[in-house]
Structure formats: C-alpha cells, structure tokens
C-alpha cells in the first residue's frame, strides 16, 4: 500500500501540551499513537515538558522517557521534526534555530499545506494576558489545575472499575465555566488577529488545551489540544485537508488494525 494511503499515514502531524513530567500526563496514550501514526513533518507546538512542574518536585516514569526517545527516534528515520516551546518549557527558547539529535528548535514556523495555504505555527502564550501580565496568577492556576486533574484521575479510575470510559471532568468544568468559555474566544479572536497580521491563511496553535478547527473572520483558526486532558492531535491530509484525531475515541480500533506494534 502507498504511503500517503495508510490509515495513519499523514503529511503533517501537530501535537502540544503534553507537560510530561506531570502526573497527569498520558505519556502510554501519547506513546500509543506515535507508534503507529507517520508524517514527513512533525511540530511539537510547546509544553511538551513541563519545567514549571519539574522545578517544583520530579516526576519522571518510563512512559515519558520513551515518548523522549520515539521523537527522536521519527527524527534519525527522516521525519521533519520541528519543537516550537511554549511557556512551561520556556527553557527551550534559549537554544532557538539550533538542532538536538535531528530536531530542530524554533521560536515560531510557517508551514505550507498540500493546497498552498500559509499557516503560522506558534505555542501561543505570547496572547494569553494572564501569563504575559499576571505570571503569579498563572501559577496560582496551575496549581489549582493540577488539584483538578488529581481528582479527575481519581474519578476515572472508579468510572475504569464500572466499566465506564475515561471522561475528562476538568473539560467538562472549562466548557461549563462562563468566564473560561469567554477567555478561550478571547484567545482565539487574539490568536487568529495576529496571523491576519502575518497575511498568513491560518494558524496552528496549542496552550489553552481546547482542540478546535474553526474560521474566524476569514483566518482559519486550529488548536491541536493538549495530552492532559483530551489527548488530541492535528493532522494534516495528503490533498491539504486538516482534521482533529480524538485518540482517546480512536485507540481501541486503531491498535487492533494495527498489524505490529513499533517498539519504542
């Protein structure tokens, strides 16, 4: 079968948020599908390690270690693999335009689709006013975040033993919550402005941990998601289609299709 004909065979894969070195992190579900999903371009579009949590206390199980270890792994067999950092592994920005073991760190990309569109590629903190103005808040946050996805782990794993599927509650609560639905379209308005400004077509952003194609005012605006919460990805089609993977809707069929397992 033809390359660009696989079932999980794609021209261009974006992933962010997946603050490995959290608990929370779902490092096997990441793991899972890098195994079995190919691109000739890979953006890891920020967070992908969580500085902020790891100065706080270690956290580090193999799961992450791997998921390290197949990134650069698609890096040495010829995918394009491009790390744009984010805020919480702002560390990275320090080493901007450099390579580390084939992956290419850089502040910001343009990316050009199979249909000739023009996308910006940025993490997006940069139009977030409560990290660029109010860092303390930001941490504040965060830790009332983390208290969130304790208890979601906790309320999943008892939905687990009921023979339920895994539910995302700190999703459920951002959808539900007046003033987070008015800061995501506040983010997203920002977002989509500044790629009008680039005279681009589109930008790929990350940071808010919400997945979501849709246009605004003639920009098309996409959010790959994150791998706390929701476990998403953004794909890019041969033919230029852009699509939101659900993997945690996905898994199931996708590794039994699967006729190997790659180590990682």
């Not at 792994?73 to 702002?90: F, L």
């Not at 080493?95 to 997006?124: K, N, S």
Request: include cysteine; charged fraction near 25%; glycine fraction near 6%.
């Amino acid at each position: 079968m033809d390359g660009a004909h696989r079932p999980h065979h794609y021209r261009t894969i974006w992933i962010s948020d997946v603050h490995l070195g959290t608990r929370g992190c779902k490092a096997e579900y990441l793991l899972d599908f890098l195994r079995i999903a190919e691109s000739e371009t890979l953006y890891l579009v920020g967070d992908i390690i969580d500085g902020w949590r790891l100065k706080r206390s270690w956290y580090w199980n193999q799961y992450h270690n791997d998921v390290v270890q197949k990134l650069l792994r698609k890096a040495r067999k010829g995918t394009q693999v491009i790390y744009v950092p984010g805020n919480h592994d702002e560390a990275a920005r320090d080493y901007v335009d450099m390579q580390f073991g084939g992956v290419t760190v850089a502040m910001e990309a343009i990316h050009t689709t199979a249909d000739g569109r023009r996308m910006l590629v940025i993490h997006g903190d940069h139009f977030d006013g409560i990290v660029l103005y109010a860092r303390w808040l930001a941490v504040l946050g965060d830790h009332a975040y983390t208290f969130v996805l304790a208890l979601n782990t906790w309320f999943n794993h008892m939905r687990h033993k009921l023979g339920l599927p895994y539910w995302s509650l700190s999703a459920y609560l951002k959808n539900r919550v007046k003033n987070a639905v008015q800061y995501i379209s506040n983010y997203e308005t920002a977002i989509a402005e500044e790629a009008r400004r680039r005279n681009v077509d589109a930008v790929v952003c990350g940071h808010i941990h919400h997945a979501e194609i849709r246009e605004i005012d003639g920009i098309q605006y996409c959010n790959d998601g994150d791998w706390v919460e929701s476990c998403t990805a953004l794909v890019e089609h041969f033919d230029g289609r852009l699509e939101i993977l659900h993997w945690l809707d996905l898994r199931d069929d996708a590794l039994k299709m699967a006729p190997e397992m790659e180590s990682a």
